[in-house]
């Protein structure tokens, strides 16, 4: 496979049968960029369906504390919890390696927001820059809250898209000053929520600002994180479900909580309320893969079908190689490097077409259910290993056909 | 250098059989030119194409420059071919996509001789055709007798021991043919070991010794006075 002499003669061979390789070369080359198109499109759907239907992350995790209903350690029942920064290290220390995504929150509901003659009442949210991904809140304009806004306390502030419309009317709000109760904001950024109005009607702030601003000391809120996505539903499911057991575990021996008080401590699992959506997007990339496979396997009978029919005409030529000292698996070897070269040379193209089809056009699809069509790097390379395999299987039946011929049988004068 | 006794070959067309070769027995020494003469169908390709190990005799035994030919598989089969003989077809059999120098070159692919080393010994035996000028044409842009000529060349490139001729000349007009024979008698006349098939008197009288085939056996074999075909060019 690797002989120069073999590249040069197949290469030669290739060049000098320009229309047979281009035949070739086309159906695998049309049957790959046809599959990265459908993968494509199958990852923009899942796009589109998470869009659809979740607000936030499918695999959020909330913590909110409550009251607890048992006395416990010296402590009466019917005590408050009150979550703190140190509590939200906690969590995040001790499975640094398992979360995705983290942020605690601290919010008020109403906060009066004012810009010059205009305001409203909002909810204002102290957040970690993660909170973008837990919410799914996309940024049109400006950029989310970052470390540095945190470290620094900034008072800057990322505002709903209907902030911006109440507020605003025309014109970019990025770094004009609105007060919040009282006080001077900078607006850095606005965003919009697949929650829709309802929660494009809130202000982000930088966590440590909104505790200082509203006097919460080191409280918070709530937790917020996700784990990795899983492909398998259950296997996400089972995965959430016991490291919510264990953040539950922790969070109560720290707040010293009885082990069976049910009303202190909610951990809201949210991805056990997505189980249609984790279906609904695995029966869709098996219907994309499996068009896609077919329209590929499709490419490689093609080319097979061709490689057959170039076998076939070159019989001759075959037989006379034959005659004059090639071995059956020379032969082979010809014909499976021919077909190897040309399937992953033009299937390589085909590849790199779509890929830059989608590059190019993919961020300017929003259709309702077809957001940001694209395929990935891992999959564009499973692609190419797929092709190598194909140019093998493609160019097998015909090597060995070739293989077969008697020279005696090819040679014959008519 | 060539020694077959008692060789028999028949083809099986469903349920009948036709014998071909009924018991050949016939050797060939170093050097000589030898022409297997015969009516069509009378077996003379089938015999040569044993010799050339393209095909299997039923029985008997053939034996080439001292190495028994015998149940030989497909890859030793290629291998021999490639280091003992040299073919030359009736309809040339040259690669119609590679050049009169790619051609010849391709047994020494196959021997694995390397690209520098197989152009050069190729281009001497274009050359030795008198060919040179036409290296880089392709089959297609050559004419009949220069197309013989790439395909000795071709034949010529691997040294084999023994060159393997069918109809060389059925093909070519005659006086075309005689230059061919012409160059056939000057590689002879160089030491190597030639078989001719061919069913025309003329052509046969040009090699150094006949033997006719009739039925499957042998029915005459004899020394002839070569007749030099330079004289009837
Ligand atoms: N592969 C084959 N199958 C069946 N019959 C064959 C085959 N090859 C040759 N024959 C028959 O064997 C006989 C001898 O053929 P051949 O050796 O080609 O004769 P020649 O070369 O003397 O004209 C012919 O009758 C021919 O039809
Ligand atoms: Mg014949």
Known sequence: ?????????????????????????????SGIFILVILLGVSVGFQNGIENQFQNDAENIINIYPGETSIEYEGFNEGRRI?????????????????????????QIFAGLITY???????????????????????????????????????KYVVIGNRVKKDLFKEGSPIGKQVKISGLNFKVIGVYTDPGGDREEGRVYVPLTTAQIVFGAGTDIRSIGLTLPKE??????????????????????????????????????????????????????????????????????????????????????????????GAEPLSIVGMILHESIFVTAISGLLGLIFGLVLLEVVGPYIELDFIRNPSVNFSIAVSTLILLIAA?????????????KIKPIDALRDE | MIEIKDLHKSYKMGKNSLHVLKGINFSVKEGELVSIMGSSGSG?????????????????????????IKN?????????????????????????????????????????VNRAE???????????????????????????????????????????KVLLADELTGALDSKTSYEIMDLIQQINDEGRTILVVTHEEDIAQMTKRIVNLKDGVIIDDKYVNQVRAIQNV
């Open chain 2, 72 to 112: 030989l598989n497909e890859k030793l089969a290629a291998q021999y071919r490639n280091k003992f003989l040299g073919f030359i077809f009736q309809s040339f059999n040259l690669i119609n996509y590679k050049s009169a120098l790619d051609n010849v070159a391709l047994p020494l692919y196959y021997q694995g």
């Open chain 1, 82 to 106: 009150q979550l703190k920064n140190e509590d939200y290290a906690l969590v995040t220390k001790s499975s640094s390696n398992e979360i995705e995504y983290s942020s605690s929150m601290y």
């Open chain 1, 231 to 324: 492909d398998n539903y259950d296997l996400a499911l089972k995965n959430s479900s016991a490291f919510a057991a264990k953040i539950e575990q922790l969070l109560k021996k720290k707040l010293q909580i009885a082990p069976k008080d049910e009303s202190a401590i909610y951990i809201n699992n949210n991805i056990e309320n997505t189980k249609e959506v984790y279906i609904l997007i695995g029966a869709m990339r098996v219907f994309f893969w499996g068009v896609g496979i077919a329209t590929l396997l499709a490419g490689i009978i093609g080319v097979s079908n061709i490689m057959l029919i170039i076998v076939k005409e070159r019989t001759k030529e075959i037989g006379i190689r034959k005659a004059l």
């Open chain 1, 1 to 29: 496979m690797f002989s120069l002499e073999r590249w040069q003669e197949i290469f030669e061979t290739i060049s000098k049968n320009k229309l047979r390789t281009f035949l070739t070369g086309f159906s695998v080359g």
């Open chain 2, 118 to 160: 197989r152009m050069e010994r190729s281009m001497a035996y274009l050359e030795k055709v008198g060919l040179a000028k036409w290296a880089s044409h392709k089959p297609n842009e050559l004419s009949g007798g220069q197309k013989q000529r790439v395909a000795i060349a071709r034949a010529l490139a691997s040294d084999p």
């Open chain 2, 44 to 68: 003379k390709s089938t015999l040569l194409n044993i010799l050339g190990m393209l095909d299997e005799a039923d029985s008997g035994s053939y034996t080439l420059d001292g190495v028994p």
């Open chain 1, 391 to 403: 140019g093998a299987i493609a160019g097998f039946f015909p090597a060995w056909r070739g293989a």
């Open chain 1, 116 to 154: 010059k003659s205009e305001s409203g009442s909002y909810r204002v949210e102290g957040v970690m820059p993660d909170y973008q991904f837990l919410e799914k809140a996309e940024i049109i304009e400006g950029r989310f809250i970052n470390t540095n806004d945190l470290d620094g306390n900034e």
